[in-house]
């Protein structure tokens, strides 16, 4: 079956400016999690969803970053005022709830600011 | 909250070889699992192993098992008759659960392993 995809997979963007970045969970998945991955900080937890629970933001380094998940299904993080220091990969993953918790991971986009 | 160490950064063993990689962690939960996550080159991010911190049994997949010491809070992972598609970054993680879901992952920095010819 299809896996969890996440578009585009590559981004540059000029420093300033606003990007979204798009993932679509395994279908069935109650859970999302985004992630990010940059060379200086390793991989970062930033934000989960589960069905329609008020999601975890615990991990977002900032105001400038949200997201959002329509419907229980497709998410959408967003950088405000991109700084040169959000380049990174941005990674996404879904789960099913009480199955081991088994995280499926997408391809990842790879967020340039330039 | 939790940490996760990995102390090996890179490392590089022959082919058909067995190799460990460690892993520590630190948590005051309870309730959780251990996984070992492989990325290779091409960014994917692939489910290795994972460990239920209340099963003393240690997980075995294929060529891949785990030495799962919980009292010292270790996690390492052992890669038996090694190839060289195993090439690739791993990474050690730890998730705590409750009744009601999980929480994000928590990743150990990496260890490149290079699988020679």
């Known amino acids: 079956g299809a896996g969890v995809s996440q578009s585009p997979s590559n981004k540059v963007t000029e420093k300033g400016k606003d990007v979204e970045l798009r993932c679509d969970p395994i279908?069935?998945?109650?859970?999302l999690y985004w992630y990010r991955q940059s060379l200086g900080q390793g991989l970062e937890f930033l934000i989960y969803?589960?069905?329609?629970?008020?999601?975890?933001k615990s991990g977002l380094p900032s105001d400038r970053f949200s997201a959002e998940r329509t419907g229980g299904s497709v998410s959408t993080l967003t950088i405000q005022r991109t700084q040169q220091e959000d380049s990174a990969v941005y990674l996404c993953?879904?789960?099913?709830?009480?199955?081991?918790?088994?995280?499926?991971f997408g391809p990842g986009t790879r967020l340039t600011v330039t | 909250a939790q940490t996760v160490t990995q102390s090996q950064p890179e490392m590089s063993v022959q082919e058909a070889e067995t190799v460990t990689l460690s892993c520590t962690y630190d948590?005051?939960?309870?309730?959780?699992?251990l996984f070992w996550y492989k990325q290779p080159p091409s960014r994917q991010m692939i489910l290795v192993i994972r460990?239920?911190?209340?099963?003393?049994q240690n997980a075995t997949e294929n060529r891949f098992s785990v030495n799962f010491q919980k009292a010292a809070k270790s996690f390492s992972l052992k890669i038996s008759d090694s190839q060289l598609g195993d090439t690739a970054m791993y990474f050690c993680?730890?998730?705590?659960?409750?009744?009601?879901?999980?929480?994000?992952?928590?990743f150990g920095k990496g260890t490149h392993l290079i699988i020679q010819p």
């Open positions: 969803f589960q069905g329609n629970s008020a999601p975890d």
């Open positions: 948590t005051s939960e309870s309730n959780y699992y």
């Open positions: 279908s069935g998945h109650t859970a």
């Open positions: 993680a730890f998730m705590r659960y409750s009744g009601g879901g999980a929480d994000g992952l928590t």
């Open positions: 460990q239920e911190a209340y099963k003393q």
């Open positions: 993953a879904s789960s099913l709830i009480g199955i081991a918790y088994e995280q499926y």
